[in-house]
């Protein structure tokens, strides 16, 4: 195995580091320039596709072209992979006349790849070749290409695929960021495709989804003393009680913190009703708003429970900070 030169210190590391980046860097921007009426007809043939972006590839090629094909899948374009050998022996039939195939390979003579698009081409599919070899095979056979060449990698040995590959992943969501935009992609798009992530979360959780319902919610007559008050608040666990008419509607709210500072005032809380302390205009919401709107009620207006109610002032629902941290919307 290997080991390292004991003549390279920790600057020649740092000064080594730098150049790789540098040439990588110089790679991604060289392809803008390059960028010509071949990448919008790619552009034209995805927006126009009926079936799915497939990307092909092997080795090195075949890890970019897998994250490019989840980028595309993620972005609002149904696209997946399909490894060059893999289809040489049955996944061909992944792949329809309705696809467009972006097949990469920095040489563009990728034997694996190079065999099997006769038979792509066969099935009726279109092929976009992403290389950086223009008068290449791959490039030959494609019906469009999209020139990722590199001056150099930046493996000092100029073998390792490092540029190569990071200009083709450019190149990658160059294509994916225009269709997203020609599609009109929306944040509400992307949080579709991803429910599990904070932004789906924000974005498609309601309020109905994480409010407490039915027995859960504390709420107690308004003729009920503070006692019977402060007992529902313990019961329920959410810091108030709603204070409701016999038909459900709100009148109020009593929270652990009006109690703090009615006892602060010294008042002799033994002969007092609920109504006669609540607060009888309390912040409510809806059950249809987004989760991340309670969120915001709560911090502007500094309380950290609410109470959920219909168009008729019914109660529906409750909740209060630690629900919507519980559901990750915070």
């Known amino acids: ?4 030169p004991s003549n390279i210190d920790n600057h020649e590391f740092l000064a080594l580091a730098r150049e790789a980046l540098s040439i990588e860097a110089n790679a991604v921007s060289a392809l803008a320039d390059r960028l010509d009426t071949q990448f919008a007809d790619t552009v034209q043939s995805i927006l126009n596709c009926t079936g799915r972006v497939i990307l092909v590839g092997v080795g090195k090629s075949g890890l970019v072209a897998k994250k490019i094909a989840a980028t595309f899948a993620s972005t609002g374009t149904p696209s997946f992979f399909v490894h060059a050998t893999e289809a040489s022996h049955g996944d061909l039939g992944m792949i329809t006349h309705d696809d467009v195939v972006i097949a990469l390979s920095n040489s563009g003579s990728t034997e694996e790849l190079v065999a099997v698009l006769p038979a792509i081409t066969r099935r009726g599919a279109k092929i976009v070749a992403m290389t950086g070899k223009l ?3 791959l490039a030959r056979q494609a019906d469009l290409v999209l020139d990722c060449g590199v001056e150099k990698e930046a493996c000092p040995l100029n073998l390792a695929p490092t540029a190569s590959t990071t200009a083709a992943l450019a190149m990658g969501d160059a294509l994916a960021v225009v269709v997203l935009k020609a599609r009109g992609f929306s944040e509400e798009d992307f949080a579709m495709s991803h429910p599990g992530g904070s932004l789906g979360r924000k974005l498609l959780t309601h309020v109905s989804d994480v409010m407490r319902k039915g027995d859960r919610i504390p709420k107690v007559p308004p003729s009920a003393t503070i006692s019977n008050a402060i007992l529902e608040i313990t019961k329920k666990g959410l810091g108030m009680t709603a204070v409701t008419s016999p038909d459900n509607r709100l009148l109020g709210i009593f929270t652990d913190g009006d109690l703090r500072r009615l006892i602060e005032q010294g008042l002799d809380l033994r002969g007092l009703s ?12 809806s059950a249809e708003k987004l989760a991340v709107e309670a969120v915001r009620m709560m911090e502007v207006c500094h309380i950290s429970q609410v109470v959920v109610t219909d168009e008729q002032n ?14 990750k919307v915070v």
């Open 135 to 137: 008068d290449s095979a």
């Open 274 to 285: 609920v109504s006669e302390v609540m607060n009888s205009a309390p912040k409510t919401i």
């Open 1 to 4: 195995m290997p080991t390292t």
């Open 314 to 327: 019914q109660i529906v629902g409750a909740l209060n900070f630690h629900d919507l941290f519980e559901a």
